[in-house]
Each structure stands twice: as structure tokens, then as C-alpha cells.
């Protein structure tokens, strides 16, 4: 049975930056695009970015590209999501999800001075 | 603004049929695959429909998915109070490189 465990909810000030972990359990995440999703209060699901098996490649969305990084450590089977210069408007839930099919459970990232 | 528009609601009694729109264009559901998810209440998107119709194991046969040119539909019959959630529609789009979601569609049981 496949998990994904994300790290837990988080409080940054604006203009601060947050890394937030996706660990695999009962497989790896060596084989498989892992994606990250953003989720802000009562809105949908928007596209963060993805890397790829190998951990060679990592794609953003537009949005987000200049102030998000997306690695892995294969020996860990972790992933991690790291955004700068957050805003308020950054205030969401963070899901990490492995080819878009198995979810982490999210990470809450609440942006407040 | 997302490149995938779904109608905002749609309801229907319980037994009945529902269908969902996602319309798209011709770099997204044109060329690629689609999938379909659904967020309970305060709950984690789960994969209910991927490559256009294929169900996950587990999710039940009433949920259904085609796609015709640069649209794509969901299709839920039989509708129990339990389906009372928000679906989106998801593909890979050429011209952005990125995975886009629809605008997301709250389904409510009358």
C-alpha cells in the first residue's frame, strides 16, 4: 500500500521561505513524477511543479517559476517543496502526489506576520 | 484562470444521473490524457477516472469518463448522498508544460 507522508503544517512570516517533505512508505518514489498541488481556503486545486524519477528534471508551473524548487532524495524516498518570498496569498494546503494518483495528506502553510 | 472550464454545480435526487463538462482546447485534452478527482468535504483529492475512462481498483463502476475532441465528461449514475463532493478535471497542457487543473465542480445530492 502505497503513502505518502508530508511534514507537518507550518507558519512563516511574508517574504520568508518554506520546504515542505513528501516521504513514500510501502514503496519508493524513485520510479514515479512526484507533483506537488496547491490548495488555497475554499478554492481548487492549482499545479505547483513536478520532478521526475530520476530527480534530474523538474518542471514549474508559471506561476511559480523563480520562487519554487522541487527535489528528491532517492536514498529517503523524499521529495521536497521549497517556496520563497511567500505572501500571503501563499496561505494554502500543500499536497504532494505521486503520478497525480496517490496523495500525501497536505501540509498547511499559513503565510502571517 | 484556469485553461479547463467546468460548470460550477450540478445537482440532481439520489438514484439519478449527473454529468460533468471540462472544456478544454486543442494543446490540453486535444492531445493528451484525462483524469478526474474527487475532494470530499475537507478531505484529500483521490484519482477516480484516469487516461480519459479508466477506474482506479475500488472506485465504483456508476463513475464513468469519456473524452471527444477537446472536451471531456464525468458521469456519475446512480447518485448517492456519499458522491456529494467537488470533481476536477485534470490534464498535461503542450503549450504551457504543466499539468492544469478544471475549475472544479460541486456536485450536491437533492
Known amino acids: 500500500q502505497v503513502q505518502l507522508v508530508q511534514s507537518g503544517a507550518e507558519v512563516k512570516n511574508p517574504g520568508a521561505s518554506v520546504k515542505v517533505s513528501c516521504t513514500a512508505s510501502?514503496?519508493?518514489?524513485?520510479?514515479?513524477?512526484v507533483h506537488w498541488v496547491r490548495q488555497a481556503p475554499g478554492q481548487g486545486l492549482e499545479w505547483v511543479g513536478r520532478?521526475?524519477?530520476?530527480?534530474?528534471?523538474?518542471r514549474y508551473a508559471q506561476k511559480f517559476q523563480g520562487r519554487v524548487t522541487v527535489t528528491r532524495d532517492t536514498s529517503t524516498s523524499t521529495v521536497y517543496m521549497e517556496l520563497s518570498s511567500l505572501t500571503y496569498e501563499d496561505t494554502a494546503v500543500f499536497y504532494c502526489?505521486?503520478?497525480?494518483?496517490?496523495w500525501g495528506q497536505g501540509t498547511l502553510v499559513t503565510v502571517s506576520s | 484562470q484556469s485553461v479547463l472550464t467546468q460548470p460550477p454545480s450540478v445537482s440532481a435526487a439520489p438514484g439519478q444521473m449527473v454529468t460533468i463538462s471540462c472544456s478544454g482546447g486543442?494543446?490540453?485534452?486535444?492531445?493528451?490524457?484525462v483524469s478526474w478527482y474527487q475532494q470530499l468535504p475537507r478531505s484529500v483529492p483521490k484519482l477516480f477516472i484516469y487516461?480519459?475512462?479508466k477506474r482506479p481498483s475500488g472506485i465504483p463502476d456508476r463513475f464513468s469518463g469519456s473524452k471527444s475532441g477537446t472536451s471531456a465528461t464525468l458521469g456519475i449514475t446512480g447518485l448517492q448522498t456519499g458522491d456529494e463532493a467537488d470533481y476536477y478535471c485534470?490534464?498535461?497542457?503542450?503549450?504551457?508544460?504543466?499539468?492544469?487543473f478544471g475549475t472544479g465542480t460541486k456536485v450536491t445530492v437533492l
Open positions: 502526489a505521486r503520478d497525480l494518483h496517490y
Open positions: 520532478i521526475t524519477p530520476s530527480g534530474d528534471s523538474a
Open positions: 485534470g490534464v498535461w497542457d503542450n503549450s504551457l508544460s504543466g499539468f492544469v
Open positions: 510501502g514503496d519508493t518514489v524513485g520510479s514515479y513524477s
Open positions: 487516461e480519459n475512462n
Open positions: 486543442s494543446s490540453n485534452i486535444g492531445k493528451n490524457y
